[in-house]
């Protein structure tokens, strides 16, 4: 017992949270090098995970590739630490609870705490994301066609797809070019279906798939004619509930922070 207690304390304390910022600027650093010159080991992360590239890339060439596992242990260091420190704060807190003349001058003092945990779902989202995402690159679709997935088992149609091409005559240049496209999609599995617009600002989402626009064509009016079409990149990654919780929670304890500032310095005012 007293050891784990002692493992508790140290991996709360301040000096090894400010330890591992300077270890992460170092690492950071010499990632950026790295980064600079070998980008292309880097790049398939995009497309195929953390974990497959690592298995892959990050096996064979080491040497380029350790700076990023020791990124990803040092976060997982720093999300202990965090987790362990704040939630010593909020046993602090609890204990003082007398201390506070109302119930909600209490609690609006865990608005900076939520925050701290909310920043660890979002990690977590990540780790999710980078472990077990999947991505389904350069699918194309043709209008009145479909697409089948297997996981999750769905199948994607391009029922429309509208390109508007400019011909305001001020900018010769641009006659006749693409502005913009819309792609009506109808995605349907066993138990739901869905028609929605997909655009180059406007991904569409069924959970857990996102899709988004990559590119079209034709890009140019007239002339020779050519066969329309889009080609999407569908993300099914299950690390978005966490994000989007994550933030949830951060500006709920982004208010709860910012209240409690507010109402102390009303109070410091009444008394002057």
Same mark, same amino acid.
């Given at each position: 017992? /007293?050891?784990?207690?002692?493992?508790?304390?140290?991996?709360?304390h301040?000096?090894? $949270?400010?330890?591992?910022?300077?270890?992460?600027?170092?690492?950071l650093?010499?990632?950026?090098?790295?980064?600079?010159?070998?980008?292309?080991?880097?790049?398939?992360?995009?497309?195929?995970?953390?974990?497959?590239?690592?298995?892959?890339?990050?096996?064979?060439?080491?040497?380029?590739?350790?700076?990023?596992?020791?990124?990803?242990?040092?976060?997982?260091?720093?999300?202990?630490?965090?987790?362990? =420190?704040?939630?010593?704060?909020? $046993?602090?807190?609890?204990?003082?609870?007398?201390?506070?003349?109302?119930? *909600?001058? $209490?609690?609006?003092?865990?608005?900076?705490?939520?925050?701290?945990? *909310?920043?660890l779902?979002?990690f977590?989202?990540?780790?999710?994301?980078?472990? *077990?995402?999947?991505?389904?690159?350069?699918?194309?679709?043709?209008?009145? /066609?479909?697409?089948?997935?297997t996981?999750?088992? =769905?199948?994607?149609?391009?029922?429309?797809?509208?390109?508007?091409?400019?011909?305001?005559?001020?900018?010769?240049?641009?006659?006749?070019?693409?502005m913009?496209?819309r792609?009506?999609?109808?995605i349907?599995?066993?138990?739901?279906?869905?028609?929605?617009?997909?655009?180059?600002?406007?991904?569409?989402?069924?959970?857990?798939?996102?899709?988004?626009?990559? +590119?079209?064509?034709? +890009? /140019? +009016?007239?002339?020779?004619?050519?066969?329309?079409?889009?080609?999407?990149?569908? +993300?099914?990654?299950?690390?978005?509930?966490?994000?989007?919780?994550?933030?949830?929670?951060?500006?709920?304890?982004? $208010?709860?922070?910012?209240?409690? /500032?507010?109402?102390?310095?009303?109070?410091?005012?009444?008394?002057?």
């Amino acid at each position: 017992m /007293k050891m784990i207690k002692q493992t508790w304390h140290v991996s709360g304390h301040v000096n090894l $949270f400010m330890g591992i910022i300077g270890l992460m600027v170092v690492d950071l650093l010499l990632g950026y090098n790295q980064l600079k010159f070998h980008a292309a080991l880097f790049d398939p992360i995009n497309d195929m995970g953390f974990y497959r590239w690592a298995l892959t890339y990050g096996r064979h060439y080491p040497s380029n590739t350790a700076w990023l596992f020791i990124l990803v242990g040092l976060l997982g260091i720093l999300s202990v630490n965090t987790f362990v =420190c704040t939630t010593e704060r909020i $046993f602090v807190l609890i204990k003082s609870r007398h201390a506070f003349s109302n119930t *909600s001058r $209490f609690l609006l003092r865990f608005g900076p705490h939520i925050m701290h945990y *909310s920043m660890l779902i979002m990690f977590l989202g990540y780790l999710v994301s980078y472990l *077990s995402a999947g991505t389904h690159m350069g699918k194309v679709l043709l209008p009145g /066609k479909s697409i089948a997935l297997t996981r999750p088992c =769905c199948t994607i149609t391009l029922e429309d797809l509208a390109i508007d091409y400019y011909g305001g005559g001020r900018m010769i240049h641009m006659d006749g070019r693409a502005m913009d496209v819309r792609a009506t999609l109808k995605i349907e599995d066993e138990t739901r279906i869905k028609t929605a617009v997909l655009s180059f600002n406007s991904p569409v989402r069924f959970s857990p798939l996102s899709i988004h626009l990559k +590119k079209f064509a034709p +890009k /140019k +009016k007239g002339g020779m004619e050519r066969r329309k079409y889009i080609t999407v990149i569908i +993300k099914n990654d299950p690390g978005m509930k966490f994000y989007f919780s994550g933030m949830i929670l951060f500006t709920l304890g982004l $208010f709860m922070y910012l209240w409690d /500032k507010l109402s102390r310095h009303t109070r410091q005012e009444d008394r002057a």
